[in-house]
């Protein structure tokens, strides 16, 4: 456990300056070009700070100080710590696109095609990578089928307007990731989501009520609770 913590902890050190640099450069609204520099000074922005400060003139870039660290550490932890060396291969996969997606989501409720193709493409390729090394190549296309019906349940509010094309990409890889453990553990994937962004739905309701201001359409992003809510479902099932 302790080695975990560690190993946790120096991931996020070492990690997390490319992610919170990713973040800024994602993290922009639909239409306008991914922000490769920056606004201030035109500081190319690659890795950035634990302070989410330009390296250059200091500027405020980003999510606040040591938010992406913590996260990253978190996932990283929580990776470390599944039952098998192919499960945490595959979660530490999932944290790194992850929580990236997480924060861009929270930020700007979007989830850019880069990031999410990247991350179904790497599961993918692992998946089949482990299936085939153990010898299970028919959990492959239970796999797929997760995958399609996740992508296909998303696919359905994003063609009425209710969220965005992303979440849909998204499903996709984490159906897939879900499908190595079996249908139960999609649904239990499922549920967590719904808990989680029911919650938090219901938190922000709350508070804007308390506050009186004017509740907005879509004001809960839902990127983060489907990578909780699966994160959740690998760990109670590997």
Known sequence: MIASVLGAVVAGVLVAPA???????YAVPEGEPWLLACPSCGRELR????????PGCRSRLGPGPWRVEAVTAAAAAAALA????????LLLWLAGPGVVLG??????????????WTLAAGLAAL???????????GVLLRCLLVAVAAGVLFEVPVQLGLVGPGDTVLALGLGALLGRYGWAAAFAGLAAFVLLAGLWSAG??????????????REVPLGPF?????LVAVLGHS
């Open 204 to 217: 922000v309701l709350v508070v804007n009520l308390v506050r009186r201001r004017p509740v907005r359409g």
């Open 226 to 230: 489907l990578l909780l809510g699966t």
């Open 103 to 116: 924060f861009t989501d929270a930020r700007v409720h979007r989830l850019p095609y880069p990031l999410s």
């Open 19 to 25: 992610l919170r640099g990713l973040v800024v450069r």
């Open 82 to 89: 599944a039952a098998h060396p192919a499960d945490a291969l």
């Open 47 to 54: 890795g950035l700070p634990p302070t989410g400060g330009c």
């Open 127 to 137: 998946l089949t990578v482990l299936e085939l090394a153990g010898g299970t190549p």
